[in-house]
């Protein structure tokens, strides 16, 4: 994990440029703490269900998973991929899916307690839909 020394008060300027710095995974981890922070002041004391279910949300992929996967995806636009890195990348593709599954049923818990439609949900918690390579 990158560190990014402050040393001083930021403006919101300031800050979105040392959050630059992030690299794609790290980025993303942050975002999704920003999220968690901004899901818990609108509703400071949530129902531990869906403290829970949010914390399921923003997990995101395991670190090696998403190092290996993304080294794969380039490799395969660059049209450089073994034989053998086919088969890896279609097994990780799997591991993605099954994960994307069970968030989008997090999701749809979520909606549930919160009676509203997947798409208000995502929108009031900052989240977007997955780009998908």
């Not at 992030?22 to 993303?28: A, D, I, V, Y």
């Not at 968690?36 to 090696?64: F, V, W, Y």
């Not at 993304?70 to 993605?96: C, F, I, M, N, W």
Request: no cysteine; charged share 30%; hydrophobic share 40%.
């Amino acid at each position: 994990m990158s560190t990014i020394r402050v040393e001083t008060q930021l403006s919101t300027d300031e800050l979105l440029q040392a959050v630059q710095q992030l690299n794609k995974n790290e980025l993303e981890k942050f975002v999704f703490q920003v999220v968690t922070l901004r899901a818990k002041q609108q509703a400071p004391s949530l129902p531990k269900a869906e403290a829970d279910l949010l914390h399921k949300i923003n997990q995101g992929l395991p670190k090696e998973l998403q190092e290996s996967y993304s080294r794969l995806l380039e490799k395969r636009r660059a049209e450089d991929l073994t034989p053998g890195e086919h088969e890896e990348l279609l097994e990780l593709s799997d591991q993605v899916e099954k994960l994307e599954v069970q968030r989008v049923k997090y999701l749809t818990e979520m909606a549930r307690l919160r009676q509203m439609n997947m798409s208000d949900l995502m929108a009031s918690l900052g989240i977007q839909p997955p780009a998908y390579a």
